[in-house]
């Protein structure tokens, strides 16, 4: 062991350590550094005197290893190996294993102390389980939460006792331990592996995720549809954590070539370039943590651990840390410029929060200054940064590619200019944005020349506009994009019409408008911009349960593939919101001619059956004569018949290699293995298991006495 120093960092060099993970303790006094033989046990006051070993007899590598975060309980540390958790007491020099946690079947890839309760530690695992445990009764878990796949990173939330994370693949589930059953929400973060979580020290609701996507991106969990702001990188993130003090942020990348830097030190609210660059590991950063701030010092002090087997200790001063800062009172100004990028208020309104503020006056400035640096957690969050209910965020998430459509967007006025050309008819209008939008306050409609509807297609489309609007703000979400939508699918649907009586003069004119209510329905349609998140359902699919049973689902007898099998599956749900507006024509109507193409999303002249369903987006109906009466809703007998697919549940016990009925027949009598064989083989015969009765049957075989009479035997 060899000790360097420097004016900036410390260094330790553990040359024959080969640890994985890294640990310091609540105090600020220890470091425990896991390797396969033996955990090292450093003094951080003087790592260069020399440390203490555990020695530990195991085939498999610590994965994770942390203290217990409570002054109470320092002297406690955990450490995954494999799929078991071992507790371990430092005391007086000597450490031992006071316990053992065994509950997982697969490998254990996180653990996480509880923040407000000592006695609570949960782990997660690769089984798709994640176990809450009591070190005072460790016999079973007393939570536990079950995910569909692994996971590979848990972590409590600093602020809220009840509340944990835990990442599975590229996605984020948040759970509530005292409801159990399911999460409470659900991120779809990333599109590649997340390799790091980190929940905000002072805002419950913010947390970061790093990812092999080269991105690290934060969280609302409230807002699970849009990420606050993101950090791209170049390069893969293995860690992302908050740091103690200001808005700091300290990352970990995966560098291209082994003597690149890794360790960056970033500023969240300015995440273009990093403030500081930590220099000295000649290698992959493996695990940071940050020492107990030693009483009387402003310094920090951040523990690293590489793969080049070397420990550093870097010192943090106040110049560092205000780089960190984000200086309010140098820009409050820009702030009120920029309000828009504030969250809005909270959701629920109050009785004293609906009357509109029109007066916007220099005390209102220096209120809305005073409110804001009075927030304790100003400075803090990450959220600050603009969240999807503010109409500037509204406003950068509009879908500029609806066809026919020109939207001119003022944040600062609250207003936006709409410009509709379809056939020959124009449409404009202005659309103004109330204070509280979208918190049950609808946005107003006005025309503005050129219009060149008239005055009663202009009643018709105020009147879908507002029901459109009023359903979206009464549950607190955007309206302007469902309101596009909706006027250019009716004012196409008025173009079709036009074309469709001038085609054919014998026609008769519908004089029947159709319900408006058919409108305000849209809002809940498939394929909503908003479903980004939502997988494309499937047509068929087949699941085996533990009971021996093989449950399945077809499509419906009455439709055939409309298009090769080559043709891709959209990614996600809101990938019908496309053939809704008319840019791609689905599948079951690709072949139509283009005068006769329709808007799905609540056009009056489609029917039901034109409709863009899951089922029709992938096939189409049969047109021959023997499916008609069945389309029709009854068959030649006079039968009704469901036009929808059929979910069989199938027994295949006679398929598996394990049998419910064999397990309560076989019986298992060591004193006597060839009455359990002829027991056994009767029993598999009984229940028509032919190929286990050959099998007990040749172990029943008499032997032979003299092998001169094995060929007379066999």
Known sequence: MAARWSSENVVVEFRDAQATAMSVDCLGQRAVLSGRRFLYIVNLDAPNEGHRKISRQSKWDIGA????????????????????????????????????????????????????????????????????WDIKDTRKPTVSLSAVAGASQVKWNKKNANCLATSHDGDVRIWDKRKPSTAVEYLAAHLSKIHGLDWHPDNEYTLATSSQDNSVRFWDYRQPRKY??????????WKARYTPFSNGLVTVMVPQLRRENSLLLWNVFDLNTPVHTFVGHDDVVLEFQWRKQKEGSKDYQLVTWSRDQTLRMWRIDSQLQRLCANDILDGVEDLIDGISHLPEPDKTLHPQDTEPQHNSGHGDEEALKEDFLNDPLVGKKTDQLGLPQTLQQEFSLINVQIRNVNVEMDAVSRSCTVSVHCGNHRVRMLVMFPVQYPNNAAPSFQFINPTSITASMKAKLLKILKDTSLQKVKRNQSCLEPCLRQLVSWLESVVNQED???????????SVTPPLPTFARVSNAYGSYQDSNIPF??????????AGYLVYFTRPMTMHRAVSPMEPTPRSLSALSAYHSGLITPMKIRTETPGNLRLYSGSPTRSEKEQVSISSFYYKERKSRRWKSKREGTDANNRPIKAAGKVIIQDISCLLPVHKLLGELYILNVNNIQETCQKNAASALAVGRRDLVQA???????????????????
């Open 65 to 132: 290893v942390q203290w217990n975060p409570h002054d109470s309980y320092a002297y406690y540390f955990a450490a995954s190996s494999n799929q078991r958790v071992d507790l371990y007491k430092w005391k007086e020099g000597n450490g031992e294993v006071c316990t053992s946690l065994q509950g997982h079947t697969r490998v254990i890839s996180d653990l996480d102390w509880a923040v407000f309760e000592p006695d609570l530690l949960v782990t997660s695992s690769v089984d798709t389980y994640i176990y809450i």
């Open 228 to 237: 606050l702001n993101i950090l791209p990188c170049q390069v893969p993130v």
């Open 500 to 510: 469709s009586t001038s085609s054919n003069p014998y026609a008769l004119s519908n």
């Open 537 to 546: 359902p499937r047509t068929s699919g087949a699941r085996f349960c533990g």
């Open 696 to 714: 007990g049957s040749l172990l029943t075989a008499p032997r032979c006495p003299d092998p001169g009479h094995a060929l007379q035997c066999v």
